[in-house]
């Protein structure tokens, strides 16, 4: 497994001041992805942005994973809304 697009999520733990079940749960809920080898679990560094805001979510605004999945639904869902909004309004000579 190439692991140099990868840390360690007990790194991520340790800058983070995060519990490893924590990063455990959000790849549960299929917030994130983990990959394995023998010994550990590493996380992409693409996800690195997802896994902050979900710590911010979860230890600053106190957030449980049942509501970061439902916030997390949602933003995903007005996104593909803006896009679509984009696309018609492009087809229909609008430009923006």
Do not use: P, W
Request: glycine share 4%; hydrophobic share 35%; proline share 0%.
């Amino acid at each position: 497994m190439d692991t140099s697009k990868n840390i360690s999520v007990a790194q991520c733990c340790t800058y983070y001041k995060i519990e490893t079940t924590f990063v455990q749960s959000l790849n549960d809920y299929g917030l994130i992805t983990l990959t394995q080898t023998e010994e550990e679990y590493f996380i992409d560094y693409d996800q690195l942005a997802d896994l902050e805001r979900f710590v911010h979510l979860h230890y600053d605004m106190d957030i449980n994973l049942e509501g970061i999945e439902a916030i997390t639904h949602l933003l995903n869902r007005v996104h593909d809304l803006q896009h679509e909004v984009k696309q018609l309004r492009r087809e229909l000579g609008h430009g923006k």
